[in-house]
């Protein structure tokens, strides 16, 4: 997070500190006198969070009493970063799956909810910045020095590792949120946390987010954890950083495009969704076969003109309304009237 953080200090952060918080001018050689007019005086140093590029800071980077290294100001920024850029990628990758991959007709099944958009947008927005609040300290910690994360192959485990991690991360993480999805969906924890992102019964993109906050949180911990136990490159950190929201997005946009045994893709979250108590994993269905909870998807949810049919949702009304007895009980969701989606 070092390098983001560099990014964002170089365009952005340096002026905004330099203007709010300014430095001091820097003192004369004799007592009680101060030169009002002089530079502003860091004792901050310039260096590279990578070897594999560099910004050259501008004259404002040295003009803030809070300079790079203040922890107070790293928090701060690292929270705004948190917040603002996930936001950014939410809305940048959520409206483009929403606009041209996500199948409209989705808004007439009769599990769709009465201005569904606007309330998957609303809760995502309501959560993220608590999901922020939660996640910075972890990020500090990292730029500070406490994790594991290395610039070049010299510095890490070696060149096979460089390769190897990329393999190592999904299925840690995967691991680690199948208990946790799981764990989330246990009758003590579903209704006060996990039920509010099971609202949607039939997702959009914008789903991908909406979520209790501590509920979004606490799924991202392995993510988060990973570079303090295992070697993590510091580029790749921030690839897995993109990817991850990218996934989020990419299982919760309604094409079902990955009919694979291995992938965890959209049509097997998709049955979680309707059918809850299946499919926990995020990349792949091996925690799910070894725990028991997978469900493969049918053939017919890969042909379209079966999928949005009112036959196909028929049988899926049906047996997702008797599941949702057993794990809610009585269902509080408002859906769209039928004669709105019949026009």
Request: charged share 20%.
């Amino acid at each position: 997070m070092d390098i983001v953080l560099e990014v964002s200090d170089t365009f952005l952060w340096d002026y905004m500190y330099a203007w709010v918080l300014p430095a001091r001018p820097a003192p004369y050689n004799f007592p009680d006198h101060t030169n009002a007019t002089g530079q502003a005086y860091s004792s901050w140093q310039y260096k590279p969070s990578t070897s594999f590029f560099s910004l050259e800071p501008s004259q404002a980077a040295y003009q803030s009493a809070w300079t790079r290294d203040n922890m107070y100001r790293q928090a701060t920024s690292l929270f705004l970063i948190t917040w603002l850029f996930g936001l950014v990628l939410y809305f940048v990758f959520s409206t483009l799956s929403y606009f041209f991959i996500f199948d409209k007709k989705t808004l007439e099944h009769p599990k769709f909810l009465k201005n569904q958009v606007w309330m998957e947008i609303k809760q995502a927005n309501e959560s993220m910045p608590f999901m922020a609040l939660c996640t910075f300290p972890l990020f500090v910690a990292e730029v500070r020095g406490y994790s594991k994360l290395y610039d070049t192959s010299a510095e890490g485990p070696g060149l096979w590792y460089d390769i190897l991690q990329f393999p190592l991360f999904l299925l840690f993480t995967d691991l680690l949120i199948y208990w946790i999805h799981r764990g989330l969906h246990h009758p003590l924890v579903y209704k006060r946390l996990h039920k509010p992102h099971h609202k949607w019964i039939m997702p959009t993109p914008y789903a991908s987010y909406a979520f209790h906050p501590i509920d979004g949180f606490v799924q991202s911990i392995p993510y988060h954890i990973f570079p303090f136990i295992f070697p993590l490159q510091k580029l790749a950190y921030v690839f897995f950083f993109v990817f991850v929201n990218f996934w989020t997005i990419l299982i919760h946009d309604g094409e079902y495009i990955a009919n694979s045994p291995i992938i965890n893709g959209a049509a097997c979250h998709s049955l979680h969704h309707l059918a809850f108590n299946y499919n926990y994993g995020q990349y792949t269905t091996l925690w799910d076969r070894l725990g028991g909870s997978y469900r493969a998807p049918d053939e017919d949810m890969f042909k379209k003109e079966v999928k949005m049919s009112k036959k196909q949702w028929e049988k899926e009304v049906k047996e997702m309304e008797t599941i949702l007895k057993e794990v809610e009980g009585e269902d509080d969701r408002v859906y769209e009237p039928e004669t709105k989606k019949s026009k």
